[in-house]
């Protein structure tokens, strides 16, 4: 079976095709047929080598993926072969604590779609049941593999983890990406304000559209914190969603109100970072992670964009064949929203 990935560590050079064997499903687990695919970030990741996750070699790319159920397992008996679906790629065991209290995310055994297992940039993806979800009927193929991974990740990061309340002031930092595109909707529907800061103005504006309050910029010149501090009326920032780590890790503490957190979720921009713990203890301020999302918070957020509370970002639609194309697509400097890849056709 033919997939987009890398039979070894490295670069973009590494990138390429790769034949794996083609996939059944065990009992309990469902055959997709895979339509759409969407990079992200993590993939970028994975090829280089995450240290301490061992792949199976050659690997395929791809956390996030929709299309139709192709072959159940013996023990599924509540879907139909045909069936339009998209795919939950958070992977837990369902049998530790965490799991038996519907704390999924904070699974001993927790795993991602595409970084730990074979990705969705390929003919066919096998998931458990569980992870299987109906297509929401105004979805395209694209939309369905746009949303899995950075929605349910927005909605546990400011929702549970941020505990983002009406009123509050909500901070994007970045303007582009899957995420901050989700987490300007989400922040929306969770009655905040928000403000998106990017280097590129430019970027920042085009949230406007997707309910961003204000636009910022932050350079050398302008800082982030003085920026924040400026829009936030010198009151501070009561949530910062934080991806980029080290580049912006300092001043986006500097920018939180009293009581204010700051929800990290990424470090694209390095994972070193130096803090002055004063400001956190006078100011009662916390720095909490977040990471992916439990099943429920799932559902819900799935619920939301099902009826159009939300919507899919989608930056472009790649053919199969340019899937090197479509995954140096980070690298544009408009880059806006999700990269997907049309993997077969219906």
């Known amino acids: 079976m033919r997939g987009f990935g890398f039979s070894e560590h490295g670069g973009y050079d590494r990138l390429g095709y790769v034949e794996i064997p083609e996939p059944e499903p065990g009992p309990e687990e469902v055959r997709v047929r895979v339509r759409a695919a969407a990079f992200n970030r993590l993939d970028r990741f994975t090829l280089e080598g995450i240290p301490g996750v061992p ?28 069936a339009k679906v998209l ?12 799991c038996q209290v519907g704390r999924e995310a904070l699974c001993r055994n927790f795993r991602i779609v595409g970084e730990h297992t074979q990705g969705t940039a390929t ?3 096998i998931v458990p049941r569980r992870n299987v979800h109906p297509l929401p009927e105004r979805f395209t193929f694209a939309d369905g593999a746009a949303v899995p991974l950075v929605f349910q990740t927005a909605w546990r990061a400011l929702k549970t983890i941020g505990e983002v309340a009406p009123g509050d002031r909500v901070a994007i930092i970045g303007a582009g990406g899957g995420v901050p595109t989700a987490a300007v909707q989400v922040a929306k529907l969770l009655g905040a304000r928000v403000a998106v800061a990017s280097r590129s103005i430019e970027k920042a504006e085009r949230t406007r559209a997707l309910g961003a309050d204000e636009a910022l910029a932050f350079d050398e010149d302008h800082p982030l914190d003085r920026v924040l501090w400026a829009w936030s009326e010198k009151k501070g920032v009561d949530v910062i969603l934080d991806s980029v780590g080290a580049p912006t890790f300092a001043r986006s503490v ?45 559902d819900e957020v799935l619920g939301h964009l099902a009826h159009g509370r939300l919507k899919p970002v989608v930056d472009s639609v790649t053919g199969f064949d340019l899937a090197a194309q479509a995954f140096r697509r980070f690298d544009a400097p408009d880059l806006f929203g999700k990269v997907v890849v049309s993997v077969s056709e219906p």
Do not use: K, Y
């Not at 009293?258 to 803090?275: D, K, P, S, Y």
């Open 55 to 82: 792949v199976e070699l050659p690997h395929v790319l791809g956390s996030d993926g929709s299309g139709t159920v192709d072959r159940l397992g013996s023990q599924v008996t509540d879907l139909a072969v045909g």
């Open 254 to 298: 500097r920018a939180l109100a009293r009581a204010g957190r700051l929800v990290v979720i990424g470090a694209t921009g390095g994972a070193a970072v130096e803090l002055d713990v004063r400001t956190l203890f006078w100011r009662q301020a916390s720095i909490r992670g977040s990471t992916m999302a439990n099943a429920a918070e799932f």
């Open 123 to 125: 003919s066919f993806a």
């Open 87 to 98: 795919l939950n790629p958070a992977l837990w065991d369902g049998t530790c604590e965490a």
